[in-house]
Structures are given as C-alpha cells and as structure tokens.
C-alpha cells in the first residue's frame, strides 16, 4: 500500500499561462511531495504579455469548494495568493475558522497578499486591501509580501535593510505570527535578501540574484514551497529556509515561454537534484 502524501489548500486564482496562480501552486506542491487542494478565486485571462482581465467566482462557491476538501480529505496547511474581492477575503477568513484553519488551529496558513502582477494589471479590487489586513493577518501563520505590497499594505517605501525592519514591524501590527518581507524587488542590490520575524526572533536570509527576466510566477512559488513545509511539519523558519532554496533553484532554471516574461521552474525537482 502507498503511503498518502500530506494535503496544501490554495485558495487561489487562475493563470491560463499556466506560469502563477493555482498553476504554479499546484506544480510546487506536487513537486515538493505534497497532496494539492484547491479553491479557486478567479479565472484570469493572461499570457507572458500581462493579464488583460479577469472574471471572480462568487464568494460562496470559494467557501464551498474550501469546505468540500477540508471536511473530506483534511488540509495540512494552507495558503492565499489572488483573492480578488473584499468578499471572497470575508468569506474566505470565515470559511477557515468554521474549517479549523490558521494561526492558533495547528494548521499553518500563509498569506501571499498578491496585489498586482509584475506587469502592474490589478488582481484585488481596491477595497480588497483593507479585508486583507483585517480578515486574514490576524489569522495568518505567516505573510509573504513582496516590496510593492509592504507600500500597498503599510505605507512604507524600503529602500535598504532598515526599511525591511520598519516594514516588519508595520505588518506585525496587523497580527499574523511571522512576517516574511522579501528583498527581491530591492533595485541595485547584487542579492536577495529576505528578513523573516515574529517579533523577537529576527532571521536574514541572504541568496544569490540571478540575471533573469522570467520571474513570472516566483511569488506565488515560493509561498507555496514554504506551505508544502509546513504541511510535512517544518517549523516557520525552516519552511522558509526551504522556500528560499526552491525559489533560487526555480529562478535559476527559469525559461523563456512567449514573448514576454517567463515562468520560474519547478522541474529541477523531478529531474532527481535536490541542490
Ligand atoms: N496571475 C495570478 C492568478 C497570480 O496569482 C499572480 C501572482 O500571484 C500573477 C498572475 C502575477 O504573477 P507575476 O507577478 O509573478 O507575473
């Protein structure tokens, strides 16, 4: 008989480049031994070029697919990526209390706030940003915002190492238990660094930056490498240390797919390398 695999949710959206969203949700988890689960948010309609609209799913038929899998078949973490809408965020943040999911629960649940694409086309709605803040950071295990979110979300602009603090600490004070503020988008520096907190333990985690343009879906994977961790029992710092080796690999070995921005890939994994 063969052993079955830990379960992720992600309650997420559609990317029909098959590069982000659910797509890049679904490849990472598989690819990182995980069962995945899924709730979809919304339907976007995009290729390497940009996203050139969306369509939601109602509210209740995201809270209904959550409640489906995680009654039937459990979920051992979860995470968000687009939400689209204040209300699905409402409905989302009730759903997983009803279901037992989110900080305090034993099952981790990680938000990756996706505002935009790296192409600037808006994935939430704009009253959706305040829901984010009150509805899923308190519930949240751990948030994975990139530095164009931390300004949407706190105000502040990080130019260097200090801002990165500053930011942690505005978002801590939304309430989820650690803050991921990724330094990816930190223009001029020759790495990437990330700085993880909780509030008393602070954690650098320094890479290498590679000269890519196929960055398409990189959030989105690394959020997901981190909750396939905490779904095999990894602590938050170590899940995170996981998450930063997958995403370094997946942007290394990233390739070109239409005219545009290109897909991070996940396939080193199946190759058999686990560098
Ligand atoms: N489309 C969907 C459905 C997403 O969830 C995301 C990011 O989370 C994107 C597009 C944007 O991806 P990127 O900014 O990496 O191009």
């Not at 130019?159 to 990724?182: C, I, M, N, Y």
Request: aromatic share 4%.
């Amino acid at each position: 008989m063969t052993t079955t695999p830990r379960t992720a949710l992600t309650i997420a959206g559609s990317d029909s480049g098959g590069g982000a969203g659910i797509q890049a949700d679904l490849r990472t988890f598989f690819a990182c031994g995980v069962h995945g689960l899924v709730a979809v948010t919304a339907v976007t309609v995009q290729n390497s070029l940009g996203v050139q609209g969306f369509t939601e799913i109602p509210a209740d038929v995201v809270a209904d697919q959550i409640k489906a899998v995680a009654g039937d078949m459990g979920v051992d973490a979860a995470k968000t990526g687009m939400l689209a809408t204040a209300e699905i965020i409402r409905a989302v943040a009730k759903t997983l209390d009803e279901t037992g999911i989110g900080r305090g629960s034993g099952v981790p649940f990680v938000v990756d706030p996706v505002a935009a694409s790296a192409t600037g086309h808006a994935l939430l709605r704009e009253d959706a940003l305040e829901a984010i803040r009150t509805e899923l950071f308190p519930r949240a295990t751990l948030v994975t915002p990139n530095l164009d979110e931390v300004r949407l979300l706190t105000g502040v602009q990080v130019t260097d190492a200090a801002g990165q603090r500053r930011a942690a600490e505005a978002l801590l004070g939304f309430g989820p238990q650690w803050v991921l503020v990724k330094g990816g988008h930190l223009q001029g520096s020759p790495e990437c660094t990330d700085l993880l907190s909780d509030g008393s333990e602070w954690v650098e985690l320094t890479g290498p930056r590679y000269d890519t343009g196929n960055t398409h879906g990189g959030g989105d994977t690394m959020a997901s490498a981190i909750t396939a961790s905490l779904a095999r029992g990894a602590t938050v710092p170590e899940a995170v240390a996981a998450g930063k080796r997958f995403i370094e690999r997946s942007v290394a070995e990233s390739y070109s797919l239409g005219a545009g921005v290109g897909p991070v890939s996940p396939f080193w994994r199946l190759a058999g390398r686990t560098d």
